[in-house]
């Protein structure tokens, strides 16, 4: 048993004497307050009480008023006790209550902002009926291919986010050259290359390292490793 408030014990009795019983319930529950009563030839156990963490002894044969004096504290004590533990629970408590509301408000963050990739990429392609499939196959293969290039997890999670992206500036391209069915003139060509300077202004300046990565994809996804390319090659 842990849930008695006080425990008054006498250190001779019969079954089991209070030394080993203060041993039992200090084991159980450490926090209990224990009294111990002893009789002047049984001093030699005092240092014993002590080291179990006995918290008062009163010495036979009893005086009232001493008696009621330790009675007095011990309750105290006990209050004390009490209130440290439930005060312990209770701020226990609200830390798991304030932990789990940080997590579901962080994945909520995660699904909205996810969420708000796929309406801007759907919102390009609504634009560029044609690259639909190739947005989304984007989305899958570059954190396949920055994984077998050993890309640390944060940048593979970040090109799954930012590569469907790539094309976002085509919003701001007119349609007779967007959707122009044949092949480009050279001015029309000149027009559709700045769809990666205007990619890269509508998610520029962004504190968050995954729109950074939007930023520099939609700029950089016509450069090539020859130095050609646009718009800086
Ligand atoms: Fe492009």
Same mark, same amino acid.
């Given at each position: ?145 920055? +994984? ?7 940048? $593979? &999670? %970040? /090109? =799954? ?7 976002? @500036? ?34 520029? +300046? ?7 990565? $939007? &930023? %520099? /994809? =939609? ?7 020859? @130095? ?6």
């Amino acid at each position: 048993q842990s849930n008695y408030d006080l425990v008054l014990t006498d250190i001779n009795m019969p079954g089991m004497n209070g030394v080993k019983m203060a041993e039992q319930i200090k084991f159980l529950n450490p926090g209990q307050v224990i009294i111990v009563i002893s009789a002047h030839d049984e001093a030699g156990y005092l240092l014993d009480l002590i080291n179990l963490g006995v918290d008062y002894f009163i010495l036979k044969p009893l005086d009232l008023n001493q008696f009621l004096t330790v009675l007095d504290k011990a309750i105290r004590l006990t209050r004390y006790t009490l209130m440290q533990k439930n005060y312990q629970k209770d701020l226990e408590e609200t830390v798991e209550k304030r932990t789990r509301e940080l997590t579901e408000a962080l994945n909520m963050v995660q699904e909205v902002s996810s969420e708000v990739v796929q309406r801007l990429t759907a919102a390009a392609e609504l634009r560029d009926g044609d690259s639909g499939l190739h947005n989304r196959r984007l989305g899958i293969y570059s954190p396949l291919l920055s +994984q077998e290039l050993n890309m640390p997890a944060d940048f $593979v &999670e %970040s /090109i =799954a986010f930012a590569a469907p992206l790539h094309d976002i @500036g085509k919003i701001g391209i007119y349609d007779n050259i967007l959707l122009k069915a044949g092949p480009l003139t050279k001015a029309e060509f000149e027009v559709m290359k700045n769809h990666t300077l205007t990619g890269a202004s509508i998610v520029a +300046q962004s504190k968050q390292q995954k729109i950074q990565m $939007v &930023e %520099s /994809i =939609a700029l950089t996804h016509h450069e090539r490793w020859d @130095g050609s390319g646009y718009p800086r090659g």
